[in-house]
């Protein structure tokens, strides 16, 4: 079955996917080129089209131009909060819409906090000096060439990494209280964490109501070294520091510390939980990669076949040692992990698809939380994500890149457009997301305009009947495909107890045959005749004489009836 829309181009940027991101209910995704798509639900203005209306497929945003003719920004980098939205340039200027109640956007003060429904510049950084003020030029030279080189968000928190390794937060964030030492507190203002002054933040993420960083090590400035720090409420022991005490500054995860034989290069949060990957310092032959999940898990969203929550860093034993976990990214409630090879497993809340329990859906549909991995196949007839490129977790959604950024599937929760392929309904298994996203018949230029809009409206409808009818053909088409296979599996089985006396099984498939697809008939009806037992070799005996004397019966006849149509013709000649 093919997928809507044109097919990609390997060799056009604009069509090769490099990163994805997904928010409480919506997508993005960032191309080559520079361009960003999204999709989902439009309330908030999440998705910076300008409205708050759905999207059911991707549809591409607009920066620094409001005629929406050109793009004049190349953005480098993407994430997603629960509603709002974070875009990195290529000149480390930061872009922002959708919800800003808490902040989040960084645009305006506390008494002005309205929602911006497209792409806004955030240029306060620029009015920021993250060291004291000086009168040196040189200092001076610094504050201008100040530029942001990672953007995160999660819940009501965004969250910027410099080029200087500095870590920036606004939103809701964590806070010093007086009344319990710690409190989320809205922040209008990027503020720089100088915990880690004079340090390298590497990576960050942020989950509802905690925050977890990978910094280098103060004596080394390689990134293959790193420590883990978290901070911010831990009443499910999502920092993983073993109790569940809040934390106003960071501090270290010391199972993970420099004593520790493995070393973190990824990491994600959930709502209230926490997931790291992680290989060993020094190589091993067997073991090639590990996830380590902490925090609440009454749902298995920490893979560990309880419901129980975890204190401290916790590996998924389950899943595979040979394998090299390349992404992880945590949804509200479950936790999804891709590996070099292009498996993809999910675990967590409703079979590890994110989806809340509903008690009108089939019983048959609902198999309860996942508390271990499962495996997720990418279609029917190939269980892999082949050219894995990265997994995003939303709500109760998920969405994975892979064709080497050419394809993209998603799954879970649908309502509003969420999975991007055109319907609002769920989907227990990954479906097609129509990439690229241009519409056939229709070029570029011609989707910008006013007509082209109403031109993909209409085409929309045709390209959901058309897909629903390649679906309905497929599936028929392998309904079709079992029966027949059903029928020779009965024929099958029936002359194979004929002549053996037993029933057909899957061990008596010559070893030959499995491995190769031929085989000496010769020589495997030696192999049967030796391996058989008298009793075997009696039933055999006994089958092939009634089957010969059935034969011989045959030509006979065949011979008589011959013999006896010559002689009617040659006495017809004579008369």
């Known amino acids: 079955m093919e997928d809507a829309g044109s097919y990609p181009n390997p060799d056009n940027p604009s069509h090769k996917i490099v990163d994805v991101a997904a928010g409480e209910s919506h997508t993005l995704l960032l191309t080559e080129d520079g361009s960003v798509y999204c999709w989902g639900r439009g309330m908030f203005g999440r998705l910076g089209n300008g409205s708050q209306k759905d999207e059911l497929f991707p549809k591409k945003l607009n920066f620094g ?66 060291h004291n003020s000086s009168t040196d030029p040189s200092e001076a030279e610094d504050k201008a060439s100040l530029e942001m080189c990672t953007v995160k968000a999660g819940g009501m928190m965004s969250l910027a990494i410099d080029n200087r390794g500095t870590l920036w937060m606004w939103g809701n964030i964590p806070q010093e209280s007086k009344e319990s030492g710690i409190s989320l507190v809205s922040s209008f203002t990027p503020t720089p964490v100088w915990d880690f002054h004079g340090r390298t933040v590497v990576k960050v993420a942020c989950g509802n109501e905690h925050v977890v960083a990978l910094v280098n090590a103060i004596d080394s400035h390689e990134d293959e070294d790193l420590l883990c720090y978290s901070w911010g409420y831990n009443s499910h022991g999502q920092l993983g520091l073993g109790d ?28 209230f939980h926490t997931a790291l990957l992680a290989h060993k310092k020094k190589p091993d032959a067997t073991l090639e990669s590990m996830c380590w999940t902490f925090g609440l898990g009454e749902n298995g969203q920490l893979g560990h076949g309880t419901t129980q929550s975890t204190l401290f860093p916790t590996p998924v034993k389950e ?19 891709v590996s070099s090879t292009g498996d993809v497993w999910s675990w967590g809340m409703e079979k590890g698809l994110g989806l809340c329990p509903d008690a009108n859906r089939a019983e048959t549909n609902s198999g309860g939380d996942a508390l271990s991995p499962l495996l997720i196949s990418c279609n ?10 990265k997994v995003a977790c939303g709500a109760a959604h998920t969405v994975v890149v892979a064709q080497e950024g050419h394809k993209v599937w998603s799954w879970g929760r649908g309502r509003s457009g969420v999975l991007g392929n055109g319907k609002e309904m769920d989907s227990y298994t990954p479906t097609i997301v129509p990439w690229p996203p241009t519409i056939e018949g229709l070029e570029e230029e011609e989707l910008n305009s006013s007509d082209g809009q109403d031109k993909v409206a209409e085409k929309k409808p045709e390209i959901i009947a058309e897909t629903d009818e390649k679906l309905s053909t497929a599936l028929n088409e392998l309904k079709l495909l079992q029966t027949k296979l059903s029928i020779m599996e009965k024929y099958a089985s029936i002359l194979h107890g004929s002549i053996f006396g037993k029933p057909f099984n899957e061990q ?19 192999n049967m005749l030796e391996a058989a037992d008298d009793r075997k070799l009696v039933t055999m005996e006994m089958f092939y004489r009634d089957m010969l004397t059935g034969v011989k019966d045959k030509l006979m006849k065949r011979k008589i009836k011959e013999i006896i149509k010559e002689c009617l013709e040659s006495s017809e000649v004579i008369k």
């Open 65 to 130: 131009n409001p005629n929406g003719t050109q793009d004049s920004v190349k953005i480098v980098g993407i994430a997603a909060g629960s509603y709002h939205t974070l875009a990195l340039a290529e000149d480390g200027s930061v872009w922002c819409w959708g919800y800003n109640i808490y902040g989040q956007l960084g645009l305006c003060e506390e008494e002005d906090s309205h929602d911006s429904l497209v792409p806004c510049l955030l240029s306060r950084f620029l009015e920021l000096q993250p």
């Open 244 to 271: 569940r005490q809040s934390r106003l500054h960071p501090e270290v995860v010391k199972i993970l510390d420099e004593e520790s034989p493995w070393t973190i290069y990824e990491v994600a949060c959930g709502a």
């Open 319 to 337: 899943l595979p040692q040979s394998i090299h976990l390349i992404s992880v990214d945590c949804g509200l409630f479950h936790t999804s992990v």
């Open 380 to 389: 029917l007839h190939q269980p892999i994500f082949p050219g894995p490129v």
């Open 508 to 526: 008596d498939i010559p070893v030959s045959l499995g491995n190769s697809g031929s085989m000496d008939i010769a020589k495997e009806w030696e």
